[in-house]
């Protein structure tokens, strides 16, 4: 199936916005450039050097020659005289070189090109391109003869292998600096796109994130920026190939403009053959893309599962389905195969080799006879261009097959860039709040369901705040209003008495830290969890791991707060990623602390540990606590009572039990 790019985003304006960013390297762009028009301008003169050592100098001993008086380099001495080509400047007697059956002759006087040697007996006879003969004299030449009216060609041979070999380096150069330049250029387009993807997810609301799988957003920032990438070298590629098909005709045209012509007729069948091929082609490889995702997805689902398939004796099933994907990918790629094999590159070649026998036509209807050598090389040049031309039209056909995947990942990604941003960031300014907060009649909705009405909450600088309630009720939502990860739509929050609009973010974030049920852990060392970035003496870290009871970061481990920590913290228990959770928001000294459901999913043992780090973290500080387990609450300031969006509830532990019919009694009572 095929993905549809925003309406918004047109072909050419995703054209328009990757040439932006390729314009950032526009010193590389302008080199490879350079570089491709000078080894395709070469390429193409490298035939003409053979064709000029051929005709000129190998075959252009049999040509008419002059007797002259003057010794040059270019005279050859026969026979007691010097002789040289007749170029149409000199004057004297002439005579003809002629190739016949099994040597060569020396015919007296001037022997036009279109006249043929019918034969030789006293005299040659020859015929005419009207079919009048006549008759001159001649003998035949010896090798040695021979090698005497080559010695003119030797130097200029010479140089001309010289000048091919000087030519096949510049272009072995030309294309090593085009290619390093122009994928230097490509690097560095998806170097940018990546940074600006990243860039843009730190400016993006956490509202997106809880829309958007991860997967996804993974996906288009690896994935699919290289599929940007990949549009710019398409596009440079079928550039390059219309240079390359450009620089060809030109040599074409120069040698037989007919014959280049003729070449036109071979266009609509490739193009019609080209069409039909990579629609089905096309077919074939979405196929294969959607069962290789088919096939990842139940590999990953596999071994993320692969505990409860082992306890449920399901590796068998489990085998026989991933087993099924992939002979059903196999199936499909052999199909593909069998389609590339026989319309593709070797049907491209078919019709080359076509082209090929009306040249061969082409030539034997205009030509006949004695101008077989000069034809044949001019025969050679023109299907030693040919084959070139083969070349970028397979490039610019097979391209095109990419072209479409290479626009839809450049689509999403330039759709994800252009996602509204997050409002109200700024800087870090240092301001320390005293923690007074001040949550007045709070509305808010996901969509169309509203999970918070009417919300009017007031906490005191230093209280201690308890949140209970049944999943759903609004408590984590309250939280993430007040970090600011959702913007408010109706109601306002105060902290300290001022607006919190009026804070950046970053402020905020910085005064108010909160500890979650599952924190997040980085791949990397204790300490570097701990910190986060800050540059803090080793001491410093470990005297915060003390404060908070986590002593056994120190004393347990080998290499204490160094230890390496696997990615998502899977070497470390629940409880001791809270504790470096704790010791994180320890660090910062945070004014707020909001710790949610922070000992959900840990034992007794270590449930003290947190409330021994717990009990550290809120000295002197605003703590709101969202709780399944009612006993970290208990000696709560005030607890708030959540149901269905509203508070129903409050008062201290002692208050709120004595309500018999109350929810907080029912929930203490359950859980106790």
Request: glycine share 6%; charged share 25%.
């Amino acid at each position: 199936m095929k993905h549809k790019k925003p309406s918004y985003l047109s072909t050419g304006k995703i054209f328009l916005r990757v040439f932006k960013y390729a314009l950032k390297s526009k010193l590389l762009l302008i080199v490879s450039l350079l570089f491709l028009f000078i080894f395709s301008v070469l390429e193409i003169a490298q035939p003409l050097i053979i064709k000029r050592v051929i005709d000129d100098e190998l075959a252009g001993v049999t040509t008419v020659w002059v007797e002259v008086e003057t010794k040059t380099d270019k005279t050859v001495f026969y026979d007691g005289k010097l002789y040289v080509k007749d170029d149409g400047t000199v004057e004297g007697s002439k005579y003809t070189i002629r190739y016949y059956k099994d040597g060569y002759l020396w015919l007296f006087g001037e022997i036009s090109d279109k006249d043929n040697i019918l034969e030789i007996a006293e005299k040659a006879v020859i015929e005419k391109s009207n079919k009048e003969t006549y008759e001159v004299d001649y003998h035949k030449l010896s090798k040695d003869d021979m090698l005497l009216f080559f010695t003119p060609s030797v130097r200029p041979i010479r140089l001309m292998i010289i000048l091919y070999a000087a030519v096949s380096i510049i272009i072995l150069l030309a294309r090593y600096i085009q290619r390093i330049a122009f994928t230097t250029s490509a690097l560095r387009l998806s170097l940018d796109m990546r940074k600006h993807m990243f860039q843009k997810l730190n400016r993006l609301p956490i509202a997106y994130f809880s829309t958007e799988p991860s997967g996804k957003i993974v996906s288009k920032t690896v994935y699919d920026t290289e599929g940007v990438r990949g549009l710019y070298e398409v596009v440079f590629s079928i550039a390059s190939a219309c240079v390359s098909l450009v620089m060809i005709y030109v040599g074409f045209f120069y040698l037989d403009w007919k014959l280049a012509l003729l070449t036109f007729v071979a266009f609509p069948l490739i193009y019609l053959w080209m069409s039909v091929y990579r629609r089905i082609v096309n077919a074939y490889n979405h196929s294969i893309r959607e069962m290789n995702s088919r096939i990842n997805g139940k590999l990953a689902e596999f071994v993320n599962g692969v505990g409860i398939i082992q306890i449920f004796n399901k590796e068998e099933q489990m085998t026989d389905e991933y087993d099924q994907l992939l002979v059903e990918n196999y199936d499909t790629k052999l199909k593909h195969l069998r389609i590339n094999t026989l319309f593709g590159y070797q049907m491209l070649n078919l019709i080359y080799r076509l082209i090929i026998v009306l040249i061969l036509v082409y030539f034997g209807m205009q030509y006949f006879s004695a101008e077989i050598v000069v034809v044949g090389t001019t025969i050679f040049v023109y299907i030693e261009y040919l084959g070139k031309l083969m070349g970028p039209i397979s490039d610019i056909f097979s391209n095109l097959n990419s072209l479409e995947d290479s626009l839809v990942s450049a689509s999403r990604v330039f759709e994800f860039l252009d996602k509204e941003e997050d409002t109200g960031l700024g800087p870090v300014t240092g301001v320390k709040f005293k923690g007074d907060i001040d949550f007045r009649n709070i509305r808010f909705r996901y969509d169309e369901h509203y999970v918070l009405n009417d919300v009017s909450i007031k906490i005191k600088a230093g209280q201690f705040i308890g949140l209970v309630g049944a999943t759903g009720s609004g408590k984590s939502t309250l939280m993430n209003l007040l970090e600011r990860f959702y913007d408010i739509e109706e109601g306002s929050i105060y902290i300290d008495g001022v607006d919190y609009t009026e804070y950046s973010k970053q402020d905020i974030r910085s005064n108010i830290g909160i500890i979650l049920q599952d924190p997040a852990i980085f791949e990397g060392t204790i300490k570097s969890n701990i910190t986060l970035g800050l540059d803090i003496p080793d001491e410093v870290v470990i005297e915060t791991l003390r404060i908070i009871g986590a002593d056994k970061f120190i004393s347990d481990y080998r290499e204490g707060i160094h230890t390496k920590v696997s990615y998502m913290g899977d070497n470390l228990s629940t409880g001791e990623k809270q504790l470096v959770a704790f010791a994180r928001i320890l660090l910062r000294n945070p004014s707020v602390i909001i710790l949610d459901e922070a000992t959900a999913n840990i034992d007794s043992e270590t449930e003290m540990l947190i409330q021994k780090a717990f009990t550290v973290l809120s000295q002197s500080r605003t703590t709101i606590v969202i709780a399944h387990r009612l006993s970290t609450i208990k000696n709560a300031d005030v607890i708030y009572v959540m149901d269905e969006g509203r508070i129903t509830e409050s008062g201290n532990h002692h208050e709120l039990y004595q309500n018999e019919d109350g929810i907080y009694r029912a929930m203490y009572d359950a859980l106790n």
